[in-house]
Nanobody
């Protein structure tokens, strides 16, 4: 059974940093495409970061570009989202996702695997 378990969410002041982790089980991360989505209260879920494959390209939504960094550690079957310079607008539930390798990043929600979500709250 495939499971993705996020951790690292919490409450942080504006300007602070958090690092989210996504630990996968039931499949080998290896060359999978990975990503992060988020859903703020009253808003639609949006894609914010992705990597097409193990050595593939990364992309970020305009809302987080320059502040967030996606990375992976295949030895731990885990990937991460380093979030810096957090803003109250970043408050949301964050979801990690995975899919077989993709030719390009895309913000569609057709990923095979999803985590259960972790809450990030940024206070002003």
């Amino acid at each position: 059974e495939v499971q993705l378990v996020e951790s690292g969410g919490g409450l942080v002041q504006a300007g602070g940093s958090l690092r989210l982790s996504c630990a996968a089980s039931g499949f080998t991360l290896d060359d999978y495409a990975i990503g992060w989505f988020r859903q703020a209260p009253g808003k639609e879920r949006e894609g914010i970061s992705c990597q097409t494959s193990r050595e593939g390209s990364t992309d970020y939504s305009d809302s987080v570009k320059g502040r967030f960094i996606i990375s992976r550690d295949a030895t731990k079957n885990t990937w991460y989202l380093q979030m810096n310079s957090l803003e109250p607008e970043d408050t949301a539930v964050y979801y990690c996702v995975a899919d077989p390798p993709r030719p390009a990043c895309a913000w569609d929600q057709r990923y095979d695997f999803w985590g259960q979500g972790t809450q990030v709250t940024v206070s002003s």
